[in-house]
């Protein structure tokens, strides 16, 4: 499964530009998104998923291009999972399920058997009785990935999957979705960069509409080596200084004063050590380089 977008340009109707002529492929497995906020993501999700339509430019998957004929074919592959979702709070868990299951056209065992697999993977088989409205915000989202899996789709759409997930929840939402993308695309969509650290290794940056960055995450951590470094300062008076003059990417107190990490080109005139970078310095180093 290949998504391809070429030349892609939304905008809205107080001439607002979401996405300005972006080109990008996302191949098979877990395909990370990053960008802050109001940098196209949502734009380009309601796009991928056949909601919006843009003004100009190509969306094709595995060839079959986004037109309102194939919109059917197309939404039949397609599962997503949005940032904000609310879902029958009426219903239970399990009755929510077996409702999303029976409008995506999953035929009834297969649907028992996949409401089962992926409560299980999801922690929620002993809250499946709930009403949603009685569920946790953390609770909700899982809930909402599972109907975004149940047609068992070759392209999954997940916006923020991990948002409002306690640390242990996190990494098994992370797991299965690394599971999930064999032989298929998962486009992750966060601001979390641990997120992706741990699933992915090809990604995007995304900043005003444009790519920014799209390749290996390997490769990205590279264009921030050799301009990170650390500084301990005495007090937050020196570290406000230091926030004046460089773009710091980490305050960490410690005992006797804190820990700064800071990005700079050449080595900072202070009492400073170079540093790793990380995912999370390369991606604040390449969204400040672009401004």
Not at 127 to 135: E, G, I, P, T, V
Not at 278 to 284: F, H, P, Q, S, V
Request: aromatic share 6%; with cysteine; charged share 25%.
């Amino acid at each position: 499964m290949s998504i391809k977008i070429n030349d892609l340009t939304v905008t809205f109707k107080n001439k607002v530009t979401a996405i300005n002529h972006a080109d990008l492929e996302i191949p098979n497995g877990v395909f990370g998104l990053l960008g802050e906020n109001g940098a196209g993501k949502t734009t380009l999700m309601r796009v991928l998923t056949t909601v919006l339509a843009p003004d100009s430019g190509t969306v094709s998957m595995d060839g079959i291009l986004y037109c309102e004929e194939n919109y059917p074919k197309i939404q039949r592959q397609i599962g997503y999972l949005p940032q904000e979702i609310d879902l029958y709070p009426g219903l239970t868990v399990q009755e929510c399920l077996e409702y999303m299951g029976n409008l995506s056209g999953v035929p009834r065992e297969k649907l028992r058997e996949r409401i089962q697999y992926y409560l299980e993977k999801t922690s929620l088989t002993d809250h499946r009785k709930k009403k949603m409205r009685q569920l946790s915000g953390g609770m909700k989202r899982r809930v909402g990935l599972v109907q975004a899996l149940l047609n068992e789709p070759k392209f999954l759409i997940v916006d923020e999957p991990t948002a409002g997930l306690d640390p242990e929840e996190r990494i098994r939402i992370r797991n299965l979705l690394a599971d999930f993308s064999k032989n298929r695309t998962v486009l992750f969509s966060t601001h979390v960069t641990e997120d992706l650290a741990a699933v992915c290794n090809q990604l995007a940056v995304m900043k005003k509409g444009r790519f920014l960055y799209a390749g290996s995450r390997k490769e990205l951590v590279e264009e921030a080596q050799g301009k990170i470094w650390t500084c301990k300062v005495n007090d937050e008076e020196k570290a406000r200084e230091i926030e004046d003059r460089y773009c710091i990417t980490s305050k960490q107190y410690m005992e006797g004063g804190l820990l700064l990490r800071m990005i700079s080109e050449t080595r900072p005139e202070l009492e400073c050590a170079p540093a790793p970078a990380t995912l999370e310095d390369a991606y604040i180093y390449m969204t400040n380089r672009s401004g």
